[in-house]
């Protein structure tokens, strides 16, 4: 009994998640002045946050700025009608010796909007994932970047189990069908293509399937873009394959 002669209130019971998560989702949209760090209540909601807390630094990034040299300034500027109010251009620097920086327009943090996932939401995407740049995504690029060698001859080696998994997945449908983008490389595409003939489906290779494409590659060819001049179509234009089951068997 307290001096009062009443019980004391109980405390309110500790809240689930779930709820915590709603609770961070309703604070992001009404954008209302964060509470105090130690507060009871923004401890809780750190504690069953996805949202990432740090980085492995494997990959090291960092905005580009006057200290870059020549080329990227030169290049964040050719990219700068692509910048939005709430974008940054970001240098990330591969983990190799003498090894290529990539200049990369993202989302600054904490500037998620409503309208970016407009589109996401108009045709049933679920972009949960692609909120920021996971740790996993972080560590597999410095894998792959330093075990090259676990990537060559690779792909032809599983063809088959790639065209017979393209099957499992295909509906006999005149409306289910797999799409494709890939550059020939050599013979890859075409030892591929016999996987998929040799399993029973139908394929269409288009070359040209797109306009803007299609120009871009013919640019590219002539010589009249000099942005690329390494392009090699063998390698890096890809052609468009469609899959489909035979008609016979779904009609």
């Avoid at 910048?83 to 591969?94: A, E, I, N, S, W």
């Avoid at 200049?103 to 049933?124: K, P």
Wanted: charged fraction near 25%; proline fraction near 8%; include cysteine.
């Amino acid at each position: 009994m307290d001096k009062g002669g009443m019980d004391a209130a109980p405390p309110p019971p500790p809240r689930s998640p779930a709820s915590l998560r709603w609770s961070i989702l309703r604070k992001s949209l009404l954008r209302r002045p964060s509470a105090a760090p130690d507060d009871p209540s923004e401890v809780n909601t750190k504690n069953v946050s996805r949202k990432r807390g740090g980085v492995f630094n494997l990959i090291p990034c960092h905005p580009v700025d006057d200290s870059d040299s020549v080329e990227v300034v030169e290049a964040t500027l050719r990219a700068k009608d692509l910048v939005g109010p709430r974008d940054v251009c970001t240098r990330y620097k591969l983990p190799l010796e003498n090894g290529p920086g990539l200049v990369m327009i993202q989302r600054m943090e904490d500037c998620v909007d409503l309208n970016d996932f407009e589109i996401s939401t108009r045709f049933d995407i679920d972009t949960t994932g692609l909120v920021c740049s996971w740790p996993s995504e972080d560590v597999l690029a410095y894998f792959c970047v330093n075990h090259p060698f676990m990537f060559r001859t690779f792909f032809k080696q599983f063809h088959e189990s790639l065209a017979c998994t393209v099957k499992s997945l295909l509906k006999r449908s005149e409306v289910s069908e797999a799409i494709f983008l890939s550059p020939k490389r050599g013979d890859s595409l075409v030892k591929f293509i016999e996987k998929i003939k040799e399993i029973g489906l139908d394929y269409k290779l288009l070359e040209n399937y797109d306009t803007h494409v299609w120009n871009i590659h013919q640019k590219l060819l002539k010589g009249d873009d000099s942005t690329w001049a390494n392009y090699d179509p063998d390698h890096c234009y890809p052609l468009l394959l469609r899959m489909t089951f035979p008609a016979h068997e779904y009609k």
